[in-house]
């Protein structure tokens, strides 16, 4: 056979292929998610049923399919990109690890090349030993590809998710710290407020001609009492700023 009557045998084999995995796609699929639901350390999946396990699993096979019967569909690896990305974003919003995510594609990718082209050559004697290693190939470049996208977009997703913590506690830190300053600036005026009519009062008494010595001695213990209470005021807000201060750079 000539190297173009090869090349048209392998593309016909492949073609055959990917309609046997159009024609059985549903019981792909279930041994898919069997395969996903039996190992141990993907525990998320248990959460899940099984449409949501399915996720764009379907959409994925169909894509495998089409890739096996034209390799170069550039429009088919467009659509498979863009459903392995949706996938990724999903298992994010599902819970899942990382490894989880990474190790699910695996699994697939896994059940698919030993079972589901087994079974094809099983049936097809034209499939042969270099149809079978092309059509491999074209199978684990598609599902590397599907780990890569799925694992891009889940990490994307995390950072988002992080930054948008980050942002929210900054904004909750910024909250905490304008109300402890209105606190503070409201202990201030509530606490000064009394202090200076006080002031004036016994500023106005003292200039009363008849006013005794005695009362001219109370008036002044009076003003230094105000005086001392005023200084205990400033102190004590001084303390309080230190403190909220203390805590906010610990923030």
Same mark, same amino acid.
């Given at each position: 056979?000539?190297?173009?009557?090869?090349?048209?045998?392998?593309?016909?084999? &492949?073609?055959? &292929?990917?309609? &046997?995995?159009?024609?059985?796609? +549903?019981?792909?699929?279930?041994?898919?998610?069997?395969?996903?639901?039996?190992?141990?350390?993907?525990?998320?999946?248990?959460?899940?049923?099984?449409?949501?396990?399915?996720?764009?699993l379907p959409e994925l096979c169909a894509e495998l399919a089409a890739l096996l019967k034209k390799?170069?569909?550039?429009?088919?690896?467009? +659509?498979?990109?863009?459903?392995?990305?949706?996938?990724?974003?999903?298992?994010?919003?599902?819970?899942?690890?990382?490894?989880?995510?990474?190790? +699910?594609?695996?699994?697939?990718?896994?059940?698919?090349?030993?079972?589901?082209?087994?079974?094809?050559?099983?049936?097809? =004697?034209?499939?042969?030993?270099?149809?079978?290693?092309?059509?491999?190939?074209?199978? +684990?470049?598609?599902?590397?590809? @599907?780990?890569?996208?799925?694992? @891009?977009?889940?990490?994307?997703?995390?950072?988002?998710?992080?930054?948008?913590?980050?942002?929210?506690?900054?904004?909750?830190?910024?909250?905490?710290?304008?109300?402890k300053a209105e606190l503070v600036q409201l202990a201030s005026h509530r606490l000064r407020e =009394?202090?200076?009519?006080?002031? &004036?009062?016994?500023?106005?008494?003292?200039?009363?001609?008849?006013?005794?010595?005695?009362?001219?001695?109370?008036?002044?213990?009076?003003?230094?009492?105000?005086?001392?209470?005023?200084?205990?005021?400033?102190?004590?807000?001084?303390?309080?700023?230190?403190?909220?201060?203390?805590?906010?750079?610990?923030?």
């Amino acid at each position: 056979m000539t190297r173009h009557g090869q090349k048209s045998s392998t593309a016909s084999s &492949f073609a055959a &292929f990917g309609e &046997f995995v159009s024609n059985k796609r +549903e019981e792909i699929l279930q041994s898919w998610i069997a395969a996903i639901d039996r190992d141990p350390k993907i525990s998320t999946s248990d959460k899940l049923t099984y449409t949501q396990l399915l996720d764009h699993l379907p959409e994925l096979c169909a894509e495998l399919a089409a890739l096996l019967k034209k390799p170069n569909a550039d429009d088919v690896k467009k +659509e498979a990109k863009d459903d392995a990305k949706a996938h990724g974003w999903k298992r994010w919003r599902q819970g899942y690890k990382l490894d989880e995510l990474v190790r +699910e594609i695996c699994l697939v990718r896994h059940d698919f090349i030993e079972n589901w082209l087994e079974k094809f050559a099983a049936i097809n =004697p034209d499939f042969d030993s270099n149809a079978q290693n092309g059509a491999r190939r074209v199978v +684990e470049r598609f599902f590397d590809n @599907v780990i890569i996208e799925a694992t @891009v977009q889940f990490v994307r997703e995390h950072r988002q998710a992080m930054r948008q913590a980050t942002a929210q506690r900054r904004a909750e830190r910024k909250k905490r710290i304008a109300a402890k300053a209105e606190l503070v600036q409201l202990a201030s005026h509530r606490l000064r407020e =009394p202090l200076g009519p006080l002031f &004036f009062a016994l500023e106005a008494l003292l200039q009363q001609e008849s006013l005794s010595p005695h009362g001219v001695e109370i008036i002044g213990l009076l003003k230094r009492n105000l005086k001392e209470e005023a200084r205990a005021i400033d102190d004590l807000l001084m303390s309080v700023a230190s403190l909220l201060n203390g805590r906010r750079s610990k923030e």
